[in-house]
């Protein structure tokens, strides 16, 4: 497995001194954030896509670290019942598949996306209960009237342009939240469908990240290394569904932590363990949302955990096999 990082987390320095930065860090592969909510201070799609000068200064310096590209993300809410907004995301989906072809990038980062409970709806309307009845109408909807057509013809648009992964990042809010959700819409849609393995959404939700990569053994695209603590008081009194602000750190069951700061060294080597036994052998990209830690800081003790995490020698074999 390869070292990397989701660079948006250093989107305050230009390209050429993250990948500097990084490359001192002993990084070897980037994911690049191309629209949607990371943004695009990397990797501006439209730009790129109409001035090939600059996409060939973006690849030289790719090159000149040696770096994998491991995904570009455009992390947004291609259903969202506001057709402007939608659009929009849409766009930024359609974009970095075009830039993905010609940077020879094979996996595109994003959300399942979440529509409205009807076609009348203005906002969007996750759905975390089988009851009353009206709730089960609503997935009904959604699933079979939105999201299963859009991502449909996402995924012919995808195949035009050589995407042959499209990675869906499981996140409380939108339709693919879990790997029951995940699954559903992979076997709707295709193989194509697949997973972009963040365990720190998971946690929080109250899964064991071994059990989900073991029940998405055949596809786990991409990995995403982030930690989540749990309060365990806070979480007693009110459970783990909250709207507080993620800056009210003391207040909340869960917060967003650097690899290592949410569970142990050895939790984490579990999981590294787990993706090794499914034969994931590609890139654990760092993200980091940790709100105690500036972000040079929690990168740094990412990479050390994760180093110590990942490091292997071949697989071998029992004496006496």
């Not at 990084?22 to 980037?30: D, R």
């Not at 974009?95 to 009807?118: D, E, W, Y």
């Amino acid at each position: 497995m390869k070292l990397g990082v989701f660079t948006v987390l250093l989107a305050n320095m230009n390209y050429a001194d993250a990948f500097k930065y990084l490359a001192s860090k002993g990084v070897q592969a980037i994911e690049l954030g191309c629209g949607g909510y990371p943004g695009n201070a990397h990797c501006n799609s439209k730009e790129l896509l109409e001035d090939p000068a600059k996409l060939e200064a973006l690849m030289a310096e790719i090159k000149k670290y040696d770096f994998t590209v491991s995904a570009l993300s455009c992390h947004g809410n291609p259903v969202h019942p506001d057709k402007a907004i939608a659009d929009a995301f849409n766009e930024d989906f359609e974009n970095a598949c075009r830039l993905a072809q010609k940077m020879g990038v094979k996996r595109i980062i994003t959300f399942s996306g979440c529509p409205g409970g009807s076609p009348a709806d203005k906002m969007p309307n996750w759905v975390t209960c089988p009851w009353p009845d009206d709730f089960l109408k609503i997935l009904d909807y959604q699933w079979d009237e939105v999201l299963i057509p859009y991502w449909k013809k996402a995924v012919a648009f995808a195949k035009e342009y050589g995407v042959e992964m499209i990675c869906f990042e499981m996140h409380p809010g939108f339709c693919v939240y879990n790997p029951e959700t995940l699954l559903r819409l992979r076997a709707a849609v295709g193989p194509e469908i697949g997973a972009n393995f963040d365990p720190s959404h998971l946690v929080w939700q109250g899964m064991d990240p071994v059990a989900a990569i073991m029940e998405l053994k055949d596809c786990i695209f991409h990995f995403h290394a982030k930690d989540t603590k749990i309060d365990k008081y806070n979480t007693a009194k009110n459970g783990v569904l909250s709207t507080r602000h993620y800056g009210q750190v003391a207040e909340r069951p869960w917060v967003f932590r650097s690899v290592g700061y949410g569970n142990s060294t050895a939790y984490w080597k579990d999981i590294v363990s787990a993706l090794r036994t499914i034969d994931y052998d590609f890139v654990m990209s760092i993200e980091h949302e940790d709100s105690l830690m500036s972000a040079s800081e929690g990168l740094s003790k990412a990479i050390d955990v994760l180093k110590e995490s990942m490091t292997f020698e071949d697989k071998g074999e029992m004496w006496w096999a």
